[in-house]
């Protein structure tokens, strides 16, 4: 009967230990998840911010920049109906597609064409999936459903201040103080044509846009659980 008690005890107290470990790697991980989401959000702040001044710059108040981040449903019926765009910028040469990251270290090409490598400072590599990849299929939605006079292009923002990009890099993809120079000369590209009807062409774009909270809910559940299918399929690149 002791030994019974005695193996019940060092049960109990072995369940505790395990349960205070997986609580503890419960907050672990929400605080990784909140500090992930903060830094997220610090770089999107900056990429808005450069882009209003930028295109002010270039185009007075003949502009709209979406506020915040804007959930369009490119592929109705499918299992992925919607995407998100960081960044929708409409000007009278063109529409612009923006998606922002927020790394630091250097990033140079992979060896497959939709990741990019990217190197910490203590000298590790690791792999991840190249903005103008993610952008892919919102451009070419943008580009089906508008009409062919209205260019529709995108870029790769990179805000961290401490970022460096490979030369070699496709020129798409920008540090923030890039930003500025790659507007002009899409501006410089579209001389001689006719204008972008700003107003006209915001108004096509938001006819495919969700504003609703239950619809980036139902997004933001719907990217959880494609992420692990997305990291499966490019384990055949690595």
Same mark, same amino acid.
């Given at each position: 009967?002791?030994?019974?008690?005695?193996?019940?005890?060092?049960?109990?107290?072995?369940?505790?230990?395990?349960?205070?470990?997986?609580?503890?790697?419960?907050? *672990?991980?929400?605080?990784?998840?909140?500090?992930?989401?903060?830094?997220?959000?610090?770089?999107?702040?900056?990429?808005?911010?450069?882009?209003?001044?930028t295109?002010?710059?270039?185009?007075?108040?003949?502009?709209?920049?979406?506020?915040?981040?804007?959930?369009?449903e490119?592929?109705?019926?499918?299992?992925?109906?919607?995407?998100?765009?960081?960044?929708?910028?409409?000007?009278?040469?063109?529409?612009?597609v923006?998606?922002?990251?927020?790394?630091?270290?250097?990033?140079?090409?992979?060896?497959?064409?939709?990741?990019?490598?990217?190197?910490?400072?203590?000298?590790?590599?690791?792999?991840?999936?190249?903005?103008?990849?993610?952008?892919? *299929?919102?451009?070419?939605?943008?580009?089906?459903?508008l009409?062919?006079?209205?260019?529709?292009?995108?870029?790769?923002?990179?805000? *961290?201040?401490?970022?460096?990009?490979?030369?070699?890099?496709?020129?798409?993809?920008?540090?923030?103080?890039?930003?500025?120079?790659?507007?002009?000369?899409?501006?410089?590209?579209?001389?001689?044509?006719?204008?972008?009807?700003?107003?006209?062409?915001?108004?096509?774009?938001?006819?495919?846009?969700?504003?609703?909270?239950?619809g980036?809910?139902?997004?933001?559940?719907?990217?959880?659980?494609?992420?692990?299918?997305?990291?499966? *399929?490019?384990?055949?690149?690595?």
């Amino acid at each position: 009967m002791f030994f019974e008690m005695l193996v019940a005890v060092g049960g109990y107290h072995v369940f505790k230990a395990i349960k205070r470990r997986s609580r503890s790697g419960s907050r *672990s991980a929400h605080r990784a998840k909140r500090l992930s989401d903060d830094i997220g959000a610090a770089g999107e702040a900056l990429a808005q911010a450069k882009l209003r001044t930028t295109l002010r710059w270039l185009c007075g108040d003949n502009f709209y920049l979406h506020e915040g981040t804007l959930l369009i449903e490119h592929a109705p019926g499918t299992a992925f109906p919607t995407a998100e765009i960081d960044h929708l910028a409409i000007t009278p040469f063109g529409v612009f597609v923006f998606e922002t990251k927020n790394w630091s270290g250097r990033i140079a090409p992979s060896n497959c064409t939709s990741m990019l490598t990217r190197i910490a400072p203590n000298g590790k590599a690791d792999e991840r999936r190249s903005p103008i990849e993610q952008n892919r *299929s919102k451009i070419r939605f943008l580009r089906e459903q508008l009409p062919a006079i209205w260019p529709v292009a995108g870029a790769g923002l990179f805000v *961290s201040p401490e970022v460096v990009l490979h030369p070699e890099l496709s020129t798409d993809l920008l540090a923030l103080d890039d930003l500025p120079h790659w507007l002009r000369s899409k501006r410089a590209e579209y001389i001689g044509r006719s204008a972008v009807d700003v107003a006209k062409a915001r108004e096509a774009v938001l006819m495919y846009a969700d504003t609703s909270t239950e619809g980036f809910m139902a997004h933001k559940v719907r990217a959880t659980r494609r992420l692990p299918v997305i990291r499966e *399929s490019f384990k055949f690149f690595r």
